[in-house]
Structure formats: C-alpha cells, structure tokens
C-alpha cells in the first residue's frame, strides 16, 4: 500500500513537470521579455535565451513583450506658424526601444499574465498602435508645434528637421527610447502656398533690382487688379 502511494506521488510530480515544465518558454532574440512578481512594483529582463517563469499561481505576475527591433508610427495634425498661419504636418517616424527598464513605466497597459513568444510580429506591433499615438506622437507633436509658432513661414530654418529631431531623442532618452528617423512635411492651403511664392519670387526681384518689374509679373500671375502690402510697425512708447 505504502508502496503503491509513493509511485502514485512519482507519477503525479512526472505529469506536473511534463505539462508545466514543458510548457517553459525562452526568451527569444527578437523580443525583449520583462517580467513582474509583485503588481508592477518591480521589473526584471530575462535575458535572450532564459528561461521565462510561468507565474503559476502568483496573481501580481505580468509579462511584457518588447520588440527588439525598429517601429515606424506616423501622424497628421495641424501647426501654427507666427503670425497665427496654419498648416498640416504630416509625420512618419522610425524608433526602437532601447532601454526596457526606462520604458516600462510608460508602458504597463501592454502587459499579458502570460508568455507567447510565438506570437506574430503583427500582433506584437499591434500592442504598440495606442502607445504611439498617446506616448511618441504626443510629445513629436508638442515639439514641432512649440517649434513652428516661433517661425516666420517664408524664413523658416530648411534644418528643422534636425532640431525637431534632436530634442526629440533628448525627451526619449529617459523614457528608454530612441528616435531612429524623423519627417516632418508641413503643407499649406493654396492662399499661404500663393502668398509664400510671391513673397519668395518679390525678394528675388528686389535682389535683381526689379522690384516693380516683379510686382506686375505677380500681379498678372494672380490675376488681380492691384496688390496692397501691408507693413505693420509697432507703436514707439
């Protein structure tokens, strides 16, 4: 009898480590794994081909999956030059998570009670959609428009770009995240495209010494009767 129960507790602990033994998964080259045991209070990366804990019976026990590779995201939204004139900025970007530990607090609302490191580069990807547009698009948003409102719309710096970029990485670099790429393409209605055209075209002339000859091209090209430039000076005290 005593014989029969110790193999029926042999048998028991072989099934419970063939399900769950075998069930281990590792962490994989292309997915950064960041596990949790105590709700989120403290995280911890499971290196690239570790074993990751199952987490059986722990109700604080969370999994994130990170990509270990490049994300794109892109935006459109509106910007205001000085003088309050408008535009459309359309955005495309490439960023890559590069510290795990940084990010995480940023990014608990991707975490999973279990471990799927089969799981389809689109469905990782996927996780990330609203991250970008509440985390990423919110503050390359923030800075161009803080950017813009200082610029004349004629005289802005050809290397914005660069500046937009760079504070931008900056900001990242304490959340865990580096921008990779940046494009920043501001358009204009057709008004403040004619206006920036005409404006740019009567510099040329005037540099030529052809001012009025300028004036009566673009006031045939527009089609208009007369052309009124306006100059506004500020009041002395």
Not at 7 to 33: D, E, K
Not at 165 to 180: H, M, P, S, T, W
Request: with cysteine; charged share 25%.
């Amino acid at each position: 009898m005593r014989k029969n129960y110790f193999l029926a507790s042999n048998l028991l602990l072989l099934i419970f480590l063939l399900v769950f033994g075998g069930c281990s998964s590792y962490a994989p080259s292309n997915i950064q794994i960041l596990i949790t045991e105590d709700c989120g209070k403290s995280w911890r990366i499971i290196p690239v081909g570790n074993s990751v804990p199952t987490g059986i019976g722990n109700y604080c026990y969370r999994v994130v999956m990170i990509p270990n590779y490049q994300l794109v995201g892109e935006s459109r939204y509106k910007v205001t030059f000085d003088n309050n004139v408008s535009a459309f900025v359309d955005m495309d970007y490439v960023y890559s998570i590069v510290d795990p530990l940084k990010f995480i607090p940023n990014g608990r609302g991707i975490g999973t009670a279990k471990l799927n490191t089969e799981a389809s580069k689109e469905y990782i990807d996927g996780q990330f959609e609203s991250l970008e547009s509440t985390l990423l698009d919110k503050k390359i948003k923030d800075i161009c428009r803080d950017y813009f409102k200082k610029q004349d719309v004629v005289d802005f710096d050809d290397n914005f770009e660069k500046v937009i970029f760079d504070k931008a990485n900056v900001d990242f670099e304490k959340l865990g995240i580096r921008l990779e790429s940046l494009d920043v393409i501001p358009s204009f209605n057709e008004q403040t495209t004619e206006a920036i055209d005409a404006t740019t075209a009567l510099r040329i002339y005037k540099s030529k010494g052809l001012e009025k000859e300028g004036i009566e091209i673009i006031k045939a090209k527009a089609s208009s009767s007369k052309i009124i430039v306006h100059e506004t000076k500020k009041a002395k005290d």
